[in-house]
């Protein structure tokens, strides 16, 4: 037995689904960015330090060991100031914000890069100086 659906059921639930995307973007207030920028800051703060003693474990490893290490750590710094970035768009306006969210994910992608071909040095002369992102 095949099910239809009513065209009233079609029309309901692409309302609902419009209504769902157009939350996307919602400036928030001040009060609220300025909890959700502290999360994502204590997150990000967290999450480095996680990856830092998992480096300093690696420290009696292998070059290209301490080197994948240390990109961890800069990855997961460039990605608690991506958070953060993130949040503190969220003050702003439809347009602006997706903007801002867009730098931010584009400051993050640069850093990434950056910490994978300071990776891929490190990997091809044996050091393993991997320079976390710039703040």
């Known amino acids: 037995m095949t099910k239809t659906y009513s065209s009233w059921t079609l029309a309901v639930a692409a309302a609902v689904g419009v209504c769902a995307l157009a939350g996307c973007n919602q400036r928030e207030s001040a009060n609220e960015t300025a909890k ?16 830092k003693r998992e480096a300093a474990d690696t420290a009696t490893e292998g070059t290209q060991d301490r080197a994948a290490a240390e990109y961890d750590v800069a990855v997961a710094q460039a990605d608690g100031q ?7 768009c969220e003050t702003l306006g439809s347009d602006a914000q997706k903007a801002c969210k867009e730098q931010a994910e584009a400051t993050y992608e640069s850093a990434k890069a ?3 071909a300071t990776l891929d040095a490190a990997k091809r002369s044996g050091s393993a100086a991997v320079q976390p992102p710039a703040n």
């Open 114 to 116: 950056q910490a994978q």
């Open 82 to 88: 991506r958070k953060i970035a993130a949040e503190k």
């Open 36 to 51: 959700d920028v502290s999360a994502a800051r204590q997150d990000a703060n967290e999450n480095v330090a996680e990856e």
